[in-house]
C-alpha cells in the first residue's frame, strides 16, 4: 500500500525540483550554523550561491565518519542542544560512538518515514507488529515504534533478548509482522523449534529485517523457515536510523530510497568519483529535510548500486540494490578482495550445513588464512567422519571457485556458533591484533 500518493509517487522532474528546493535550504543552513561544514565547503572553495543545480552537489566534499568523531559529541548539531528532543549513538566498536541528535519535526519526519516503510512492506492498521528491534542508543527499536504507532499498528515492543519469551508473546498475541535483524529471525525461528513450536504456524505474515548485511539465498531460508514474506529495510543512524529505504512488498528487488528527504550518490571509493546509475559503488547521501543534524555528502561505506527504472509498485523513488556489504568489512586475503556475504552465498547452498556460521582470519609467517566455521545440522552430524569430510571438502572447492582463495573450512557442532539477538558478528579478523 501506498502511505503517501503526494509524495511517493512524484514524478522524477517534480521530484528533482523538490530535492534541489530542499538541498539549497540545508545548505545555506548548515553553513550559517555548523563551523565544521562553513570551514570545510571554503576549504573547497564553494558558498551556497553556486549551489543551482543538483549536479553542483558534486562541488561539496564528502563528510566522514571520522569528522562525526573529531566533532563529538554535538559538534555537528544544526541547532541549540534546546531544540534537541532525542539522542541516539551508534556503537563505535572502536573508540567513542557517533552522537545524532533530533528535533521535534526530525521525529515527527522519522516516524512518517517508518510509516511510509511499514507500508510498503505490506504492513497495515491491525497488524500486530512484533518489534525485536533493540530499543536503547541503537536506533531499530525506538525507530520502528514510532512508525509503527504512526501507521496505526499495534506494536508490541519486546527489544531484543530473551527468546523465549519471545516466542510466548508472539504466539500468545498473535503477531502478524516480526521486525529484527535477519540473524535473529533465524535464531528466533531455532529457538522455537527447541520448545516444540512450528514457528511456520504462527500468524506472521511478513517479516522486516534489517541492520545488517544479508543475502538472498538467507532470505530464502527465512521465508521457508518462517513461513512469511522477508522484506529488506536499510537505514543507518548517522542519517536517519531504520526508514531510509526499504523494499517494497510488490517486487522485494531493491531498496526505495525516499528521494524527498535524501539524495543518493554512488561513488568510487578509491577515487571519490561519482559513478553513473547502474554501477556498483560506495553509497553516499546527503539529508535535505532533517534539522538536528544534517548530512551533507555522509559516506556510509555501504556497497550498492543505484537503479532509476520504474518499478511495478508505482512508486517514482530510485531504488538500491541489497548492500553487498560495507567496503570497511571487505576482507582482503592475500590480496583477495572477500565480502563475508560470497561465503555465505556458497554455504547457504550447500545441503548439510546451517546459516550459522564465522569466518576468522590470521596472519601465520606473513601470510593470510581464513577458516570458515559453519554449523552442520544434526543429522549430519551423526554422520561418519567420511560424509563430513566430503562436505568440507565440496565447500573448499567451491570457496575456491567463486574466490579463488584456499580456506580452512572446519564443521562444527550445530548451535554452537553464538547467537546474536541483533547484529551478527560474522568476521573475526585476528590480524587486527597483532
Ligand atoms: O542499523 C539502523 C537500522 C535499524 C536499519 C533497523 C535497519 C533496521 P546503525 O547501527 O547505525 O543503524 O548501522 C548502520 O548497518 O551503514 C549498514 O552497514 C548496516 N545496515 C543497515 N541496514 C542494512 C541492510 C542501523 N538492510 C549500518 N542491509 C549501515 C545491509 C545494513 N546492511
Known amino acids: 500500500m501506498i502511505w503517501n500518493d503526494e509524495f511517493e509517487t512524484l514524478p ?41 543545480t543538483l ?59 517508518m510509516a511510509r ?7 497495515s492498521r491491525g497488524d500486530v507488529i512484533h518489534n525485536a528491534y533493540g530499543y536503547g542508543l541503537f536506533t531499530g527499536g525506538l525507530g520502528a515504534h514510532y512508525g509503527a504507532e504512526k501507521l496505526g499498528a499495534s506494536v508490541i515492543p519486546m527489544s531484543g533478548g530473551n527468546t523465549r519469551k519471545q516466542i510466548m508473546i508472539m504466539q500468545d498475541f498473535g503477531s502478524t509482522v516480526l521486525t529484527c535483524t535477519p540473524s535473529y529471525s533465524l535464531y528466533l525461528a531455532e529457538a522455537a523449534a527447541e520448545e516444540g513450536i512450528d514457528i511456520r504456524e ?59 528527504h535524501f539524495i543518493p550518490e554512488i561513488i568510487d571509493p578509491d577515487t571519490g568519483e561519482v559513478l553513473p546509475a547502474g554501477e556498483l559503488g560506495e553509497l553516499v547521501i546527503t539529508t535535505i529535510t532533517k534539522e538536528g543534524i544534517p548530512m551533507i555528502r555522509y559516506r556510509t561505506r555501504d556497497i550498492t548500486r543505484i537503479n532509476y527504472e520504474p518499478c511495478i509498485c508505482g512508486r517514482t523513488h530510485a531504488r538500491l540494490q541489497r548492500m553487498s556489504g560495507r567496503s570497511d568489512d571487505m576482507l582482503i586475503i592475500r590480496g ?6 560470497q561465503i555465505e552465498s556458497v554455504l547457504v547452498n550447500v545441503e548439510g550445513v546451517e546459516p550459522h556460521y564465522q569466518l576468522i582470519v590470521e596472519r601465520e609467517e606473513n601470510l593470510d588464512t581464513l577458516e570458515v566455521q559453519v554449523e552442520v545440522n544434526e543429522a549430519t552430524f551423526s554422520d561418519e567422519v567420511k560424509v563430513l569430510q566430503t562436505l568440507s571438502n565440496r565447500i573448499r572447492h567451491e570457496i575456491k571457485d567463486l574466490l579463488g582463495i584456499t580456506c580452512k573450512v572446519r564443521l562444527v557442532e550445530p548451535k554452537s556458533i553464538a547467537r546474536s539477538e541483533g547484529k551478527a558478528k560474522r568476521v573475526i579478523d585476528k590480524r587486527k591484533e597483532h
Open 12 to 52: 522524477r522532474e517534480a521530484l528533482e525540483a523538490l530535492q534541489l528546493k530542499r538541498l539549497r535550504q540545508t545548505i545555506e543552513r548548515v553553513y550559517a550554523t555548523v563551523p565544521f561544514y562553513r570551514e570545510s565547503f571554503k576549504k573547497a572553495g564553494v558558498t551556497p550561491d553556486m549551489i543551482k
Open 55 to 113: 549536479d553542483d552537489l558534486q562541488r561539496l566534499p564528502f563528510t566522514l565518519k571520522q569528522d562525526m568523531r573529531d566533532n563529538y559529541p554535538y559538534g555537528l548539531f544544526a541547532v541549540p542542544l534546546e531544540q534537541i528532543v532525542r539522542i541516539h549513538a551508534s556503537s563505535g566498536t572502536t573508540g567513542k560512538p557517533t552522537v545524532v541528535g533530533y528535533t521535534r519535526r526530525d521525529i515527527d519526519m522519522w516516524a512518517e518515514l
Open 117 to 123: 516503510s511499514f507500508a510498503a512492506a505490506g504492513a
Open 202 to 260: 504462527l500468524k506472521l505474515r511478513v517479516g522486516i529485517f534489517g541492520a545488517e548485511p544479508w543475502t538472498e539465498e538467507i532470505r530464502a531460508e527465512i521465508e521457508a523457515k518462517l513461513n512469511l514474506k522477508a522484506i529488506d529495510i536499510y537505514g543507518l543512524s548517522e542519517i536517519l536510523g531504520p526508514g531510509v529505504g526499504i523494499e517494497c512488498y510488490e517486487a522485494q528487488k531493491g531498496l526505495h530510497i525516499w528521494e524527498d
Open 336 to 341: 583477495v578482495n572477500v565480502f563475508p556475504s
